[in-house]
């Protein structure tokens, strides 16, 4: 049975430049969530969709950030322009029932460094 | 808005030992409570959720218990290993999820 995925594992780029991650569902979940993991604010929901539509998105730090979910299968999370601020460890993670009843699922998550 | 407290941060044990980690929560409005561990360089690993309406949950030699009134639940681990270590996180849902901060928990061989 295939987990979440998220790719990249890693990601390095400089401030100023577009970043793209990506998200592979666990098949047949409808929901799911992006997540940003530091020292100093612990694990924080950004957002998250049921059946593709996002539900609530009140943790997406501002504008620069944006998530898409255009099918059950795939989703992303993109930051335009990025900040060295933005470093983070950056988690997927499906479940089958929204907030209400079903275990989450995580990815590996992908190391952003911005320089 | 929903504050998730994780007591202690870090905790230190020998093998074999039983031991408790704590997890209190300020709105006990939530639909349910689930614990996950993480290893280092990893995702988050889920062991057990406790419905609302439930007191504990069980799973091997986990045992978790809430109690929506007071805010808390607490996770008992039997018989501690040293492939126990790793960080322990609860986290509650409401109109969406909270996560605490974390225990590190090291067993020591």
């Known amino acids: 049975d295939a987990g979440v995925i998220q790719s990249p594992r890693h990601e390095v780029t400089e401030m100023g430049q577009e970043v793209t991650l990506r998200c592979k569902p666990i098949s047949g979940h409808n929901s799911l969530f992006w997540y940003r993991q530091t020292m100093m604010r612990g694990l924080e929901l950004l957002i998250y969709f049921n059946n593709n539509v996002p539900i609530d998105d009140s943790g997406m730090p501002e504008d620069r950030f944006s998530a898409k979910m255009p099918n059950a299968s795939f989703s992303t999370l993109k930051i335009q322009p990025s900040e060295p601020r933005d470093s983070a460890v950056y988690f997927c993670?499906?479940?089958?029932?929204?907030?209400?009843?079903?275990?989450?699922?995580f990815g590996d998550g992908t190391r952003l460094s911005i320089l | 808005k929903q504050e998730v407290t994780q007591i202690p941060a870090a905790l230190s044990v020998p093998e074999g030992e039983n031991l408790v980690l704590n997890c209190s929560f300020t709105d006990s409005a939530i639909y349910n409570l689930q614990w996950f561990r993480q290893d280092p360089g990893k995702g988050l690993t889920s062991l057990l959720l406790i419905q609302s309406s439930q007191r504990e949950q069980t799973s091997g030699r986990l045992n978790a218990s809430l109690d929506k009134s007071s805010g808390r639940s607490t996770l008992y681990i039997a018989a501690s290993q040293p492939g126990d270590s790793a960080t322990y996180l609860c986290?509650?849902?409401?109109?969406?999820?909270?996560f605490g901060t974390g225990t590190s928990l090291t067993v020591i061989p």
């Open positions: 993670a499906s479940s089958g029932e929204g907030v209400r009843g079903q275990p989450q699922h």
């Open positions: 986290a509650v849902s409401g109109n969406q999820f909270y």
